[in-house]
């Protein structure tokens, strides 16, 4: 038996730049100090990676499905000058354009054959096609963060973007974005494009009393989501009459909203923060759907005047994402900040929507003659430490789950019950299995409609894929 004292190191942490889905969520792609990589969204699999050498990526923005790629360099060592988009053909491996501009590019959002540039102090749209053309630009208020979203859906025609007021959105719109080129033969009957309506009487709408830094909107465009540097509200806005519609509180004190995400079609909205969870709300009302939870005092604000808080609306379910801060000491952490200064924050993520299987049916590819399994949405969390989560929302009508276990791209095994990482399922790379108390307890509030999202899978993207 060997009994000599044996050394354990660390392994280095996961650094990523930047995770951004496709406006479809089909698709995300990162970057690391060593290039940028592909992934598909669901299931979880890495398409392609490219090794850059010379310098930091600080944005990689897919154009939907397609090959090209927008790459932007940042950080303390740019691979491309700042002021410049570069226009990346994968299918080539090479350059295939660039923008230059007079200052550092703040954001990047697209649509099919479009792209809008957001600056210091305007926004700048350019058509892509055969060529690339200079289509207009829109001044803005001092736009850092370089908020700006586009409405990707079928024939619209919306583009959002800070006006020249803090706290006001301008309404832009562009000519209809086209459908997407169609798969195998076409169809017998072309489809028509919907009727035009008249455009947006309202090009601004005044959204918050201090500085935007939050942009989203439905595919359709009919939807407009806004936040503020207070963090605390989610406003939702009719594009077509300039009203709002719903006003959404994630908390009461103040938080960095990373992102907010319509559902595809328009029943619910997830914002996610710096304080690490994920909130669900949602947007249908008379009951069709999840009821928004609401102070007990809400009901009295038609009799008397009560604070706005007491009538705000609270979300219907929630997810916090696990991070392992809590058994590192701040001296650790402090040493791993300054061995690796790029290192992002554990909450940080970005989220979309997807379809997936109901928690009965399986992921993986079924049989040509196995009957079409039966989707449901679901949502994606993407952490900038490498943490790939798919959730099922809580839902009354849902069946429950039994006895879920996922594998992880390490081999581990997880359930379906998210902890804290005391006693994780989730926390750290090891092979710790969950025996089922917290697959029971969760399968429990799904089935009676609790108000935390349900952990379907937990894998690992990014050095863990080989990558690195």
């Not at 926004?123 to 060529?131: A, K």
């Not at 208020?141 to 908020?147: A, K, W």
């Not at 791993?336 to 940080?348: F, G, V, W």
């Not at 989220?351 to 590819?365: E, I, K």
């Amino acid at each position: 038996m060997n009994l000599a004292r044996h050394s354990i190191s660390s392994t280095d942490p996961l650094v990523l730049y930047d995770v951004r889905l496709d406006p479809d969520s089909q698709i995300f792609t990162t970057s690391t100090p060593d290039g940028f990589a592909v992934y598909r969204t669901l299931p979880l699999e890495l398409v392609r990676k490219r090794e850059v050498s010379g310098g930091i990526l600080s944005s990689v923005v897919p154009m939907h499905c397609s090959s090209l790629l927008f790459l932007v360099g940042g950080g303390r060592d740019p691979r491309y000058p700042p002021n410049k988009v570069i226009f990346w053909d994968e299918a080539l491996g090479k350059e295939v354009a660039e923008l230059e501009f007079r200052e550092r590019v703040r954001g990047l959002a697209c649509r099919r054959g479009w792209l809008a540039v957001a600056l210091r102090r305007r926004v700048v749209v350019f058509e892509i096609g055969e060529s690339v053309k200079r289509y207009g630009e829109w001044d803005t208020y001092d736009n850092s963060r370089g908020v700006i979203a586009f409405a990707t859906g079928e024939y619209s025609t919306l583009l959002a973007a800070p006006a020249r007021q803090p706290g006001h959105v301008q309404l832009i719109h562009l000519p209809p974005c086209p459908p997407p080129a169609p798969i195998g033969p076409p169809p017998p009957i072309p489809p028509r494009p919907p009727v035009q309506t008249a455009k947006h009487p309202h090009s601004v709408i005044v959204a918050h009393n201090t500085a935007i830094t939050t942009l989203s909107v439905t595919r359709s465009g009919r939807l407009l989501a806004t936040t503020s540097v207070r963090g605390t509200l989610v406003r939702v806005w009719d594009t077509a009459t300039g009203k709002q519609t719903r006003e959404l509180r994630r908390g009461s004190d103040q938080a960095e909203i990373y992102g907010v995400a319509f559902r595809p079609d328009e029943a619910e909205i997830c914002v996610w923060s710096d304080k690490g969870t994920i909130h669900v709300f949602s947007l249908v009302a008379g009951g069709a759907g999840p009821s928004n939870r609401q102070s007990k005092l809400s009901s009295l604000t038609s009799f008397i005047p009560i604070p706005k808080y007491f009538g705000s609306e609270w979300s219907y379910a929630q997810f916090r994402i696990p991070t392992q801060s809590a058994h590192i000491s701040l001296t650790q952490q402090a040493a791993a900040r300054d061995a690796h200064p790029d290192l992002a924050e554990e909450e940080k993520c970005t989220v979309g929507w997807v379809q997936a299987p109901t928690p009965t049916h399986s992921v993986a590819p079924q049989p040509a003659a196995a009957p079409p399994a039966a989707l449901e949405y679901q949502l994606i969390a993407l952490t900038y430490t490498g943490g790939w989560y798919r959730l099922a929302l809580p839902n009354k009508k849902s069946s429950a789950v039994t006895g879920i276990t996922n594998i992880s791209s390490t081999g581990s095994v997880r359930s379906g019950r998210a902890r804290s990482p005391s006693g994780s399922s989730v926390a750290g790379g090891g092979g710790r299995v969950d025996k089922g108390k917290g697959v029971s307890s969760r399968d429990s509030d799904r089935k009676e409609g609790g108000r935390d999202c349900t952990l379907m899978e937990f894998r690992r993207f990014g050095s863990w894929d080989g990558w690195g």
